[in-house]
Structure formats: C-alpha cells, structure tokens
C-alpha cells in the first residue's frame, strides 16, 4: 500500500507486513536509512541504558559480505540493509532489558520503513542461532566482542506486491477489559 493512502500511524500499523520476496535494485538514500535508524534509537529503553546501536549498509560489496554468510540465504535482493546491535547492560539491580531495548527499536524502524514507501523483515532467528551467524556479520562489520548482532533488516523496494498480513486471531481470544476472558 503506497503511503500516501495511509491515514494515520494505527492505520499504518494495522497494513505493515514481513516482505520477503524480491527488492527492486535501485539504491536507498542515505537520508532514508538515516530516518529509519533515527525512528529505531527514538524507541524507548530500560532505565535509558541504550542498548541498542545500528549499523547501515548500502555499499553493495560489503552488503554481498554479509548476505554471503547467511544461511539459509535472505534478502539476496535488498539494495540495503540495516544490523542491530546490543549490549548486555544491566539496568536495574540484576535486570537487563538488552532484548526489550531492541525489540521497540525494530518494530520502530519497521514502521518508518513502511512509512517511507519500503519493504522489510525482521531476521533474527538464524542470525542469533547456535552457528553464530551474527558474530560472523559483526567481524565484516568490525563490530567489538562485547556486542551482540541480533538482527538484519532487509530495506528497500518490493519488486513483488507483498502478502497480506497473515489474519490474527480475532481480538476477543487475546485481549479483555478487567480480567483475563472478560469482555
């Protein structure tokens, strides 16, 4: 859905998807990647540790890089990507939020990201499994020991019509006013 038929930002939240089909190569301005990572470190965080850092790619040979150590592969296409990076901070007593931290800034710049005409998905699973995927990304990046890669946010044009959202469970089966089945 192009922006300029969203009304508002609920509207906006209700149409965001996972894209993973095909990008059209044209590149994404910087000032876009800007916007979104600047959507993704306005997310709020635990005790304001900000735990969270980003690192934008749109150099194409770097962006080959670290697609080439990604397996299975994604986001072949993506002229663009964005990696999110955590620390393990403590923020209260012995709490750390490192995973609320940078939760709310993808969700953030997945919305900017749709906000702004693009396509996207959170990859985080295989990036952050046994096979150390995300560490193998940070060294490409030069990224210190002491974070953590957890995610690649794919950016740039759907060469595809995206899929729809899949239907979620009707809101009465998974929110209640006053108490838990209450409606």
């Not at 508002?8 to 044209?26: A, F, H, K, V, W």
Request: proline share 8%; charged share 25%.
């Amino acid at each position: 859905m192009n922006i300029l038929n969203i009304p508002n930002m609920l509207d906006l939240i209700q149409i965001r998807t996972s894209y993973r089909g095909r990008y059209e190569p044209e590149p994404v301005p910087r000032e876009d990647l800007r916007k979104v990572m600047e959507a993704g470190l306005a997310a709020p965080s635990g005790c304001n540790k900000q735990t969270t850092s980003l690192i934008a790619v749109d150099d194409p040979e770097r962006l080959a890089k670290l697609k080439s150590v990604i397996d299975p592969p994604i986001a072949q296409t993506a002229p663009a990507a964005i990696c999110v990076l955590t620390q393990k901070i403590y923020a209260y007593r012995d709490r750390c939020f490192h995973v609320q931290d940078y939760s709310a800034a993808i969700e953030n710049m997945l919305l900017a990201i749709q906000a702004l005409g693009y396509a996207s998905c959170w990859y985080e699973g295989h990036i952050t499994d046994q096979d150390q995927i995300g560490r193998k990304m940070a060294d490409i990046l030069g990224v210190p020991e002491d974070y953590e890669l957890v995610c690649f946010l794919p950016v740039g044009k759907a060469a595809q019509e995206p899929r729809p959202s899949p239907v979620k469970k009707p809101f009465e089966e998974r929110a209640w006013f006053h108490g838990f089945g209450q409606q």
